[in-house]
């Protein structure tokens, strides 16, 4: 008897004008095995619209991960980051962004964001690995509806690492 059910895949979101990185990071994902759709999204108001679409259309899912490049063209990520965070339907979706702690302080004022959504970009082929599992983790857990910890809903928490933005 075969098993018909059909796995869900989970699907990362990766908002990135360098085309380098979103391969790094797509060869990052198939050596780890993650099955995963990554959608990648080269310009900042080409992300604000899908992620607009996707907030009206209640019949369609949020992406279960969404990863951003602070440096975009037209909008940046930081302004994707505050459309996402001020937007109910993403309350749940884990999301990321390269960027430092002092842009963490500064947006902090304005919404909720997590502390840990903020990240470094990984410059070697290690640290795309990183980001591979940091992705794939806070992804499965959003598709499993698995709370971080009894005590913590922020999605980011699910993933750690050396990726995480320092203080400077």
């Known amino acids: 008897m075969t098993n018909t059910a059909l796995k869900h895949i989970p699907t990362i979101v990766y908002v990135e004008d360098n085309e380098g990185d979103s391969m790094l990071l797509q060869e990052a994902l198939r050596e780890r095995g993650h099955e995963t759709q990554l959608l990648v999204i080269e310009k900042g108001d080409q992300a604000l619209h899908y992620f607009k679409v996707k907030a009206d259309a209640r019949d369609l899912p949020p992406p279960h991960c969404i990863l951003l490049d602070k440096y975009l063209p037209a909008i940046t990520g930081i302004e994707l980051m505050t459309f996402i965070r001020s937007t109910k339907v993403y309350d749940g979706t884990p999301v990321y962004i390269f960027s430092s702690e002092k842009d963490y302080e ?3 004022k304005t919404i909720r964001v997590s502390k840990e959504s903020f ?15 940091l992705l794939m983790k806070s992804a499965e857990a959003k598709a499993e509806d698995i709370p971080a910890t009894k005590n913590d809903s922020k999605p980011e928490v699910h993933a750690e690492g050396s990726l995480r933005a320092k203080k400077k």
Do not use: V, Y
Request: hydrophobic fraction near 50%; glycine fraction near 6%.
């Open 106 to 108: 500064n947006i902090a």
């Open 119 to 133: 990240l470094t970009k990984p410059t070697m082929w290690n640290g795309f690995l990183e980001l591979a599992d």
